[in-house]
């Protein structure tokens, strides 16, 4: 029997020979092309219907995540939402109050911190007073039905990512200190720092254990999204790799397969992700948005990292469809594209169905992807809406 599309993914993240070329159009809420055909356009972003009507294999990236959750004994929260929409959290403990203020970015759909709550060398006590007073439960029953219900809806076309905590060092540069200010107490209060990681790496490890025995898929991945223009060679030796490792390991003590995103610039450090055990990078993109192409990715990382490569955005974007076919043949050059190799394609808000069309064509025609279909509606080639978007 041949394998089916999630099974030949599947294969292509567990390091095996794949049957057929594997290819996915990322859909979500920042990338869906325009104008999708009615009864698509203005549904659910994530809806894989859209994945498939594209042309490509399934994959729902925003699975089980809300149903491991962290609560608190002691320590009270409070959250208010201004009227211009910036955000004030804050941490009521027994030693005083951490703050963070966020402000929204309409274009992302998020907010992003412009104070964060470690401000001086005390919070970091007020901080591991946080982390100790945390309590850390799985609702199984809900992350199973959860899971169940994306595994349905992917059904035998792809995959579901359950989505699983960030590394210590990232979650305290991006939601605690900033990056600034933890570079600076690395050497003027390294106990605090390395107590708040140790802290921070305990309760991850729990939250990874909690959420490979409930979850009913295959697939962990972590947002982590390191790149070298964040941190340095040796700060990823030191903090980020043995963390990813303790992840790796708990993924694969329950079977599960273990994802890191990172789309942004690799070079200097790629050669560590070897040394991880995690089992695929999603999202690698080659030059300019990336500094790493897909064949040099498949070169340095062997047979034990599987590169899911993403199609360079700003092209996809902002490229008329010629443009796009040669950039396509350009980011495949020297690639084997059945082992060890996912290609994603990105639309960024914005970019014509046309684009998106001329992928999934070319993809047929000269790398052999057996194309998707969507049932009900006409393939993208012969859609009227991919002549208007062009």
């Not at 060398?121 to 982390?131: F, G, P, Q």
């Amino acid at each position: 029997m041949p394998l089916t599309r999630r099974e030949n993914l599947l294969a292509l993240l567990a390091h095996q020979q794949a049957e057929h070329v594997s290819a996915v159009f990322v859909v979500d809420n920042f990338n869906r092309p325009h104008p999708l055909p009615l009864g698509l356009e203005g549904e659910d972003p994530l809806d894989p219907r859209i994945q498939r009507y594209l042309g490509g294999d399934v994959i729902d990236r925003l699975a089980v995540s809300e149903q491991v959750v962290r609560s608190f004994r002691t320590v009270v929260l409070g959250s208010q939402t201004l009227p211009d929409g910036r955000v004030l959290q804050t941490w009521e403990t027994p030693l005083g109050a951490l703050y963070r203020r966020a402000v929204p970015s309409g274009e992302a759909q998020t907010t992003f911190t412009v104070e964060f709550p470690v401000k001086r060398a005390e919070d970091y006590d007020r901080l591991c007073l946080i982390l100790r007073d945390a309590e850390i439960k799985a609702d199984v029953a809900a992350i199973q039905r959860e899971g169940r219900a994306h595994l349905a809806r992917t059904g035998e076309d792809g995959i579901t990512y359950s989505v699983g905590p960030s590394t210590p060092i990232m979650e305290l540069t991006r939601s605690w200190t900033g990056l600034e200010r933890f570079v600076y107490d690395l050497q003027d209060q390294p106990e605090r720092v390395a107590l708040a990681l140790k802290l921070m790496h305990q309760i991850n490890c729990r939250h990874y254990e909690l959420l490979c025995a409930s979850m009913p898929g295959r697939v962990v991945v972590n947002w982590d999204d390191v790149n070298n223009l964040y941190l340095s060679r040796r700060l990823l030796q030191e903090y980020w790799v043995p963390t990813i490792r303790d992840y790796a390991a708990i993924c694969h003590r329950y079977g599960k397969l273990f994802v890191m995103h990172t789309c942004g610039r690799l070079q200097g450090f790629i050669d560590l992700f070897a040394e991880t055990g995690l089992d695929a990078i999603d999202w690698l993109t080659p030059p300019p948005t990336g500094d790493v192409t897909f064949a040099e990715a498949q070169g340095i990382l062997g047979a034990g990292v599987a590169v899911m490569g993403a199609a360079e955005p700003g092209a996809m974007r902002f490229g008329s469809p010629d443009a796009v076919e040669q950039s396509l043949h350009g980011w495949l050059a020297g690639v084997d594209l059945k082992r060890n190799f996912c290609l994603l394609i990105p639309c960024p808000l914005g970019t014509p169905l046309a684009n998106a069309a001329r992928v999934a064509r070319v993809l047929e025609r000269d790398y052999g992807l057996e194309l998707n279909r969507e049932p009900g509606f006409p393939a993208i080639w012969e859609d009227p809406h991919t002549q208007q978007a062009g």
